[in-house]
């Protein structure tokens, strides 16, 4: 019997200056996205990060008072490796972020701050795909990050937002969501794919907490088997994934 005909992904569209990333921890977009991330500042276009936590429940063997402040270090010299300048962090408490109009209002206050027409998060379904489950973490920052491009727009939902000097922004055309089970469009990830891979060795203390393997080779070998995975239903090249909403 033939095998199924593979599906491929669409490109992602590129017709935007400004994009916001808009995740739960530190190395959340490191973990695949960066590579696109490069892409984009090497063309020319605006990225800027906005963290809900500063991932100091991440580590074990470290207090959160002690590891907070090295993993926000970590992610801002991730971020330079691929030419992202401004991180933000939004103060959530790591581990027991709560969906909620606190959050949706603290996401809607970025978009209106950054005012960027491409917004990134990461996977707010339930699981990775099939059995693998996905942290309440990730889920809330990712729905409420769906939801806050619209509140973003809304002047009667925050009304304070306003009145703060944050007038309403609808310019958000697309959320792209990496990480998804359920993936639409791809962006080719051969020019960036060494600096993600510089990127993500930043957070240097989180991997070696977390692996026993050599930090570089665990890095590469988890974003190059990632992006050759994708390549395949994208033309042979190596690809970063998202599934695209549009606003």
């Not at 960066?34 to 020319?44: E, F, I, K, L, N």
């Not at 963290?51 to 008072?65: F, H, K, V, Y």
């Not at 937002?161 to 309403?168: H, K, S």
């Not at 959320?175 to 993500?200: F, I, K, N, W």
């Amino acid at each position: 019997m033939s095998e199924p005909k593979i599906t491929q992904f669409q490109p992602l569209p590129d017709d935007w200056q400004r994009a916001l990333a808009v995740v739960a921890h530190p190395d959340d977009l490191e973990y695949g996205c960066s590579a696109a991330v490069a892409a984009w500042t090497d063309a020319g276009r605006e990225v800027a990060y906005v963290l809900a936590t500063r991932g100091e429940a991440g580590i074990d063997t470290l207090d959160p008072a002690a590891c907070g402040p090295l993993r926000e270090r970590e992610q801002r010299a991730s971020a330079a490796v691929v030419g992202v300048t401004t991180v933000e962090f939004l103060g959530h408490r790591d581990g027991v972020v709560e969906y909620g109009p606190a959050l949706r209002r603290d996401i809607a206050a970025a978009i209106r701050r950054h005012r960027p027409e491409l917004v990134i998060t990461l996977n707010h379904r339930d699981t990775w795909g099939g059995t693998a489950w996905n942290t309440p973490d990730h889920v809330a920052v990712g729905r409420a990050t769906l939801d806050a491009t619209a509140d973003a727009g809304n002047r009667w939902i925050f009304p304070e937002l306003a009145e703060q000097g944050l007038e309403p922004w609808n310019g958000v055309r697309w959320v792209a969501v990496a990480g998804s089970s359920s993936p639409t469009h791809a962006v080719d990830a051969t020019a960036g794919l060494e600096r993600a891979v510089r990127s993500l060795l930043e957070h240097r203390t989180y991997i070696e907490a977390l692996t026993e393997q050599e930090p570089e080779t665990y890095a590469r070998d988890f974003l190059t088997t990632t992006a050759t995975a994708t390549g395949e239903r994208f033309g042979g090249k190596p690809a970063v994934a998202f599934e695209l909403f549009s606003v």
